[in-house]
């Protein structure tokens, strides 16, 4: 019979994520009842959407009432990881926006602090539901791919990445903490094994008047052997398949996650079969039902933090190891050690 109470921290235009976290909310029972954007206009446009809400330009005053359970936080990145901070010493649940934050020591102060503050935290990896994504997990779970060894991803092509905060590496992180969490999370949700070592190549060729990187290349190593490359990039003048995953048992190839489907190439009684396979459908509901049911019936969180920072960990790695000119360990695995 318990009531979750929502609010959100930042409500800004650009995509109208705000709205659509709180429509979430609603959607799965809670009661949105407030909203926080330093920028009052911001809040004006929050009244008009739900305006039965409370709003706030300041997040110590929304923190500060009592009757908020949840807060969903929507800021430029280099703001996850002292608001998200903030939020749970304010004794709330927390849900960030992609990315966790911008560095792995960040990653792990925020876990740790949820684990002794008993407090649910976790991070809107909402593409886990993807319909593309859903469909290559059934065809691991079917045996299809059998191990898999070797994986690419290439997302970008040849485009100025634009003037905004999202081109500013001192408030994004740089060119691979946006869709690059989300494939960092793809990989790694369907990679077993610890990641033995990473290795990070960056270029800045061409983009000079912002200040993210033009390109990124991270090759992440397996303790099994197994490979992942991803490449984020904006000089890319000719591109190559988004997804192209090869196991023992057969391979995926996807040129477009959003064309509703995949080429799989295996094998059948001893005959090449390659075959386009229609995916499944999308269920983007999923991330707040599971919040949902978490808090409200105690059913095992989804999108655990402890994966939401080992995205983080890869990221910052592959720029360190760019910056040193050498592969370096992931020590973030350690510390997931220590968690067991």
Same mark, same amino acid.
Request: some cysteine; glycine content about 8%; proline content about 3%.
């Given at each position: 019979?318990?009531?979750?109470?929502?609010?959100?921290?930042?409500?800004?235009?650009?995509?109208?994520?705000?709205?659509?976290?709180?429509?979430?909310?609603?959607?799965?029972?809670?009661?949105?009842?407030?909203?926080?954007?330093?920028?009052?206009?911001?809040?004006?446009?929050?009244?008009?959407?739900?305006?039965?809400?409370?709003?706030?330009?300041?997040?110590?005053?929304?923190?500060?009432?009592?009757?908020?359970?949840?807060?969903?936080?929507?800021?430029?990145?280099?703001?996850?990881?002292?608001?998200?901070?903030?939020?749970?010493?304010?004794?709330?649940?927390?849900?960030?926006?992609?990315?966790?934050?911008?560095?792995?020591?960040?990653?792990?102060?925020?876990?740790?602090?949820?684990?002794?503050?008993?407090?649910?935290?976790?991070?809107?990896?909402?593409?886990?539901?993807?319909?593309?994504?859903?469909?290559?997990?059934?065809?691991?779970?079917?045996?299809?791919?059998?191990?898999?060894?070797?994986?690419?991803?290439?997302?970008?092509?040849?485009?100025? &990445?634009?003037?905004?905060?999202?081109?500013? #590496?001192?408030?994004?992180?740089? /060119?691979?903490?946006?869709? !690059? =969490?989300?494939? %960092?999370?793809?990989?790694?949700?369907?990679?077993?094994?610890?990641?033995?070592?990473?290795?990070?190549?960056?270029?800045?060729?061409?983009?000079?008047?912002?200040?993210?990187?033009?390109?990124?290349?991270?090759?992440?190593?397996?303790?099994?052997?197994?490979?992942?490359?991803?490449?984020?990039?904006?000089?890319?003048?000719?591109?190559? &398949?988004?997804?192209?995953?090869?196991?023992? #048992?057969?391979?995926?190839?996807? /040129?477009?996650?959003?064309? !509703? =489907?995949?080429? %799989?190439?295996?094998?059948?009684?001893?005959?090449?079969?390659?075959?386009?396979?229609?995916?499944?459908?999308?269920?983007?509901?999923?991330?707040?039902?599971?919040?949902?049911?978490?808090?409200?019936?105690?059913?095992?969180?989804?999108?655990?933090?402890?994966?939401?920072?080992?995205?983080?960990?890869?990221?910052?790695?592959?720029?360190?190891?760019?910056?040193?000119?050498?592969?370096?360990?992931?020590?973030?695995?350690?510390?997931?050690?220590?968690?067991?």
């Amino acid at each position: 019979n318990k009531t979750i109470r929502g609010a959100v921290i930042g409500y800004g235009g650009a995509f109208n994520m705000g709205r659509h976290h709180a429509q979430s909310m609603m959607n799965v029972g809670f009661e949105f009842v407030a909203a926080c954007d330093l920028d009052p206009a911001r809040m004006e446009q929050a009244k008009q959407d739900f305006p039965h809400i409370r709003t706030y330009t300041s997040v110590e005053e929304l923190l500060a009432q009592p009757d908020i359970d949840l807060v969903t936080v929507i800021t430029p990145h280099n703001t996850h990881a002292s608001l998200a901070m903030q939020v749970l010493e304010a004794g709330k649940h927390c849900i960030l926006e992609k990315p966790m934050c911008i560095r792995e020591a960040d990653a792990i102060s925020l876990i740790q602090k949820a684990r002794q503050s008993n407090l649910m935290l976790s991070v809107f990896h909402n593409r886990r539901w993807d319909a593309w994504y859903l469909t290559l997990k059934d065809l691991i779970a079917r045996d299809l791919l059998g191990d898999i060894f070797h994986v690419e991803v290439f997302f970008g092509g040849f485009n100025h &990445p634009g003037h905004w905060w999202r081109s500013n #590496k001192e408030i994004s992180g740089g /060119a691979f903490y946006d869709w !690059g =969490a989300h494939i %960092l999370d793809w990989v790694l949700g369907f990679m077993p094994g610890k990641i033995t070592s990473v290795r990070g190549v960056v270029h800045k060729r061409l983009w000079h008047d912002v200040t993210n990187e033009d390109q990124v290349d991270s090759f992440i190593h397996f303790d099994n052997g197994a490979l992942a490359h991803i490449q984020m990039s904006s000089i890319a003048r000719a591109g190559k &398949p988004t997804v192209r995953i090869l196991g023992t #048992k057969g391979a995926v190839v996807d /040129a477009d996650l959003w064309d !509703g =489907a995949m080429m %799989l190439h295996t094998e059948v009684n001893g005959l090449k079969v390659e075959t386009k396979v229609s995916n499944l459908k999308d269920n983007h509901a999923a991330y707040y039902e599971n919040i949902a049911a978490h808090l409200l019936r105690g059913e095992e969180l989804i999108v655990k933090p402890e994966q939401a920072g080992r995205v983080i960990a890869v990221i910052e790695t592959t720029e360190k190891s760019a910056a040193a000119g050498q592969e370096l360990p992931l020590a973030y695995e350690s510390f997931l050690e220590q968690l067991k």
